[in-house]
Structure formats: C-alpha cells, structure tokens
C-alpha cells in the first residue's frame, strides 16, 4: 500500500513539474492563404502519360489538418542519408571516431557521367514510391499535374511544401484523369 501511495505521489509531482504544452504545434494558417501551384494544363494527353511520374495526392474525405497530419507522417520517410562505412571489427582500445573513406569511383569519368545522369530519376521515383505506398492506404487518390508544378511542391521548405500538398489533398476533386498505374 505504501508503493502504490508513493508511485501516485511522485506521478503527481512529475506531472506538475512537467511543462504543460511542450510538445504543442503551431495552430495551422488557414488553407485560403496558401499560395498553390495552378496543376492544370492545356496539353492533357502530356499530363496523362507523365501522370506516373509528376502527381499529387488527393483524398475527398480529409480535412486539411488531417491531410496535414498524414503528409508530414509519410514525408519524413523521405529522409536519404549519406551511406555509413562501417568497419568489420572494432578493438576496445581504438577509437570509435573513425573518418569515413571514400574510394574511387571504379567506373570512371564516363561511369560518373552516366551516374550523375540517371540519379536524379532514380531519385523522383524512389520517393514517389514511398510516398505512393504510404498515402495510398490512407485512402488517397493521385492525380497527375505539370512537371513545373510538382518542382514548386517538392522543392525548397519542407513545412511550406507540406502545407501546399495538404491543401491540394483536401481541396476540391482535380479535373484530370485519375493515375491508377
């Protein structure tokens, strides 16, 4: 009885020395002041077969805060950090502290050209499938839109790109074709 007393007690006293609303977001801006790019376009047959590879996502019954919710959820899977070398065996005595090496590219200039070329679609559709597998199950849509727009809504702040995609994903149903490939 005397454990169970004292558990309550210190409950009690760490809940009232923890600060109330730490972890409190920023009230959301109202959806009419977020600026979006115009997704239409006037050539529809480009749209459509570009649609697996510029779209964005669109959910009927979402709110804006909820579509905010789940954007800024599947978004921090985005995250691609540089690859860590780690070595076979570590001593005790040795540090921990070791620089990473990095070796020669062992396909040469020509490699590197090749690389450099094909990283950046590697890269889109990388992140469309993750961001397609984590928003399709949350019951989103996607719609297909220009190439210039899907660059306003996947590059620069991460925050404002987050509050752009939400208010397309709780807006109004898109004119174009949904992708179903």
């Given at each position: 009885?005397?454990?169970?007393?004292?558990?309550?007690?210190?409950?009690?006293?760490?809940?009232?020395?923890?600060?109330?609303?730490?972890?409190?977001?920023?009230?959301?801006?109202?959806?009419?002041?977020?600026?979006?790019?115009?997704?239409?376009?006037?050539?529809?047959?480009?749209?459509?077969?570009?649609?697996?590879?510029?779209?964005?996502?669109?959910?009927?019954?979402?709110?804006?805060?909820?579509?905010?919710?789940?954007?800024?959820?599947?978004?921090?899977?985005?995250?691609?950090?540089?690859?860590?070398?780690?070595?076979g065996y570590i001593p005790w005595v040795e540090s921990v502290d070791r620089e990473i090496e990095y070796g020669p590219n062992p396909y040469g200039l020509v490699g590197a050209i090749i690389g450099a070329i094909i990283a950046g679609p590697l890269e889109r559709g990388?992140?469309?499938?993750?961001?397609?597998?984590?928003?399709?199950?949350?019951?989103?849509?996607?719609?297909?839109?220009?190439?210039?727009?899907?660059?306003?809504?996947?590059?620069?702040?991460?925050?404002?790109?987050?509050?752009?995609?939400?208010?397309?994903?709780?807006?109004?149903?898109?004119?174009?074709?949904?992708?179903?490939?």
């Amino acid at each position: 009885m005397r454990k169970l007393l004292f558990c309550i007690l210190m409950t009690s006293a760490v809940a009232n020395l923890w600060p109330q609303g730490a972890y409190a977001r920023d009230p959301l801006p109202d959806p009419a002041t977020i600026e979006i790019p115009d997704v239409s376009s006037a050539d529809a047959k480009k749209l459509e077969k570009q649609g697996h590879k510029f779209f964005y996502f669109y959910n009927p019954t979402v709110s804006f805060s909820e579509a905010h919710e789940d954007l800024t959820d599947c978004r921090r899977h985005l995250e691609v950090g540089a690859a860590v070398l780690l070595p076979g065996y570590i001593p005790w005595v040795e540090s921990v502290d070791r620089e990473i090496e990095y070796g020669p590219n062992p396909y040469g200039l020509v490699g590197a050209i090749i690389g450099a070329i094909i990283a950046g679609p590697l890269e889109r559709g990388a992140r469309n499938n993750k961001m397609r597998m984590c928003m399709g199950p949350r019951g989103y849509l996607r719609y297909p839109l220009p190439e210039e727009a899907w660059k306003t809504l996947n590059e620069g702040d991460e925050e404002t790109l987050i509050l752009m995609q939400a208010k397309l994903a709780s807006g109004s149903k898109p004119l174009a074709q949904e992708v179903t490939e």
